[in-house]
């Protein structure tokens, strides 16, 4: 028997990790005959299949507004209160028309019961399990108590009531043990473990004829090393480590190339890589406005590329991130064959490491062995191939589409009490 899976989230559209994983879940699902369907504010979604609701989305002015009155500060006015319940109410509505429409027989909530970035989103969700029982799971990326910016705030009660509630109609997914143990200490619910995943079964395509030009639109010649960094420009992301491992490398052959864009946090980190890189002579590129969802000719007549359009022609991928909830940029790197420096980041050092890939790690800054681990698999092809076909078959193992589908077959199992997969 197939399922109407209603995904529900304040955003499903271009490359962020939840969008991404949400599709991945989505193309599985359909392996089994099970349909999809998308709820949020902001959708790139088959419209056929789609309901839009731009109060959901978290970028929405009236939940913006409600944000500056909750973070940083530990007391609402009532008219903060009247304004979340009401926008949340709205909502409600909205996932009940949701539902309808398309008939659906279960829901998958994707971090919006996790993080809350859209707090009348998680409330709305929650009453409607609770009022409702319509079999649920709860996808979570990563928790507010994982982030400093919701530490100090006035909705303690909507936390605890809804990131994430307990329901016994919701079944919990976390996709890293640390998680995993947190939200049983914290909420006293468990949890299964559902790691990141890449179509490992499917080695990906060759660089075809559109994107064969990417290092002439960049201007890094075959001779130069293309070294990418292909996060968003966030503190986080440590980018001033990749900075500091190619000024030690001291080669002049070496262009660092960061893939996507600054804005979500402010552009002042941004232009602190700037100097950062002038200083240290570092020829650090900024590809931002030439990659893309999708392919396409932007306003300047200029090629849009898809980040899996750039990595076939890196020679070497960059990964110093400070903390990850998991880390999509480290298996699209393994699944690409590129060799990439990694930061021992929590997730990596307890989730990751202990799998066995061969790759030059950082303990939190760049030492001369690092680097010339690095120098050696830039120059030893042998040896390059040797480390990325290694990595491959441990991505195969652990972190392919088949561990995926083992573990929704339980999880649908869970909730609707039939072996539908």
Same mark, same amino acid.
């Given at each position: 028997?197939?399922?109407?899976?209603?995904?529900?989230?304040?955003?499903?559209?271009?490359?962020?990790?939840?969008?991404?994983?949400?599709?991945?879940?989505?193309?599985?699902?359909?392996?089994?005959?099970?349909?999809?369907?998308?709820?949020?504010?902001?959708?790139?979604?088959?419209?056929?299949?789609?309901?839009?609701?731009?109060?959901?989305?978290?970028?929405?002015?009236?939940?913006?507004?409600?944000?500056?009155?909750?973070?940083?500060?530990?007391?609402?006015?009532?008219?903060?209160?009247?304004?979340?319940?009401?926008?949340?109410?709205?909502?409600?509505?909205?996932? +009940?028309?949701? !539902? /309808?429409?398309?008939?659906?027989?279960? %829901? $998958?909530?994707?971090?919006?019961?996790? =993080? *809350?970035?859209?707090?009348?989103?998680?409330?709305?969700?929650?009453?409607?399990?609770?009022?409702?029982?319509?079999?649920?799971?709860?996808?979570?990326?990563?928790?507010?108590?994982?982030?400093?910016?919701?530490?100090?705030?006035?909705?303690?009660?909507?936390?605890?009531?809804?990131?994430?509630?307990?329901?016994?109609?919701?079944?919990?997914?976390?996709?890293?043990?640390?998680?995993?143990?947190?939200?049983?200490?914290?909420?006293?619910?468990?949890?299964?473990?559902?790691?990141?995943?890449?179509?490992?079964?499917?080695?990906?395509?060759?660089?075809?004829?559109?994107?064969?030009?990417? +290092?002439?639109? !960049? /201007?890094?010649?075959?001779?130069?090393? %293309? $070294?990418?960094?292909?996060?968003?420009? =966030? *503190?986080?992301?440590?980018?001033?480590?990749?900075?500091?491992?190619?000024?030690?490398?001291?080669?002049?052959?070496?262009?660092?190339?960061?893939?996507?864009?600054?804005?979500?946090?402010?552009?002042?980190?941004?232009?602190?890589?700037?100097?950062?890189?002038?200083?240290?002579?570092?020829?650090?590129?900024?590809?931002?406005?030439?990659?893309?969802?999708?392919?396409?000719?932007?306003?300047?007549?200029?090629?849009?590329?898809?980040?899996?359009?750039?990595?076939?022609?890196?020679?070497?991928?960059?990964?110093?991130?400070?903390?990850?909830?998991?880390?999509?940029?480290?298996?699209?790197?393994?699944?690409?064959?590129?060799?990439?420096?990694?930061?021992?980041?929590?997730?990596?050092?307890?989730?990751?490491? *202990?799998?066995?890939?061969?790759?030059?790690?950082?303990?939190?800054?760049?030492?001369?062995?690092?680097?010339?681990?690095?120098?050696?698999?830039?120059?030893?092809?042998?040896?390059?191939?040797?480390?990325?076909?290694?990595?491959?078959?441990?991505?195969?193992?652990?972190?392919?589409?088949?561990?995926?589908?083992?573990?929704?077959?339980?999880?649908?199992?869970?909730?609707?009490?039939?072996?539908?997969?």
């Amino acid at each position: 028997m197939s399922e109407r899976i209603g995904f529900i989230s304040t955003r499903f559209a271009g490359i962020d990790g939840v969008s991404l994983e949400s599709a991945k879940w989505a193309q599985v699902l359909w392996d089994y005959k099970h349909l999809s369907f998308w709820y949020g504010g902001l959708l790139h979604r088959a419209p056929e299949a789609s309901m839009t609701v731009p109060e959901s989305f978290f970028g929405h002015p009236e939940n913006e507004w409600i944000n500056r009155a909750i973070w940083g500060k530990t007391r609402r006015s009532t008219l903060v209160s009247r304004r979340i319940r009401d926008l949340a109410e709205y909502i409600k509505y909205t996932l +009940r028309d949701f !539902i /309808g429409t398309y008939e659906l027989t279960a %829901l $998958i909530i994707e971090n919006a019961l996790a =993080i *809350p970035i859209h707090v009348p989103l998680g409330i709305a969700v929650t009453e409607l399990l609770a009022e409702m029982q319509i079999p649920a799971i709860a996808h979570h990326h990563d928790f507010y108590w994982e982030r400093t910016r919701f530490q100090v705030n006035a909705v303690p009660d909507f936390l605890d009531m809804a990131f994430p509630p307990r329901s016994d109609s919701l079944q919990h997914v976390v996709i890293n043990h640390e998680a995993q143990e947190e939200l049983s200490w914290r909420k006293g619910v468990p949890s299964i473990l559902i790691p990141n995943v890449l179509d490992f079964e499917n080695p990906p395509q060759e660089a075809d004829h559109y994107s064969s030009d990417i +290092r002439q639109q !960049i /201007g890094i010649s075959p001779e130069e090393f %293309l $070294i990418l960094q292909p996060t968003r420009i =966030i *503190p986080r992301k440590g980018i001033e480590h990749a900075i500091k491992l190619v000024e030690m490398l001291e080669d002049p052959r070496c262009k660092l190339v960061i893939s996507h864009e600054a804005g979500d946090e402010g552009y002042e980190y941004m232009n602190a890589l700037k100097e950062i890189a002038a200083e240290s002579n570092v020829d650090l590129r900024f590809i931002a406005t030439q990659v893309g969802e999708q392919r396409k000719v932007n306003n300047a007549g200029k090629k849009v590329y898809t980040l899996n359009d750039i990595y076939p022609h890196a020679d070497l991928v960059t990964y110093p991130s400070l903390y990850e909830g998991f880390g999509n940029a480290f298996l699209e790197a393994i699944y690409y064959r590129i060799p990439l420096v990694v930061n021992r980041y929590s997730i990596f050092a307890r989730d990751i490491e *202990p799998k066995g890939f061969i790759l030059p790690i950082m303990d939190g800054f760049i030492t001369n062995k690092v680097v010339e681990e690095v120098r050696r698999i830039l120059n030893d092809k042998e040896y390059k191939k040797q480390v990325v076909d290694h990595n491959y078959q441990l991505g195969l193992r652990f972190y392919s589409y088949s561990v995926l589908r083992r573990t929704l077959r339980t999880l649908i199992t869970n909730i609707t009490g039939l072996p539908n997969l």
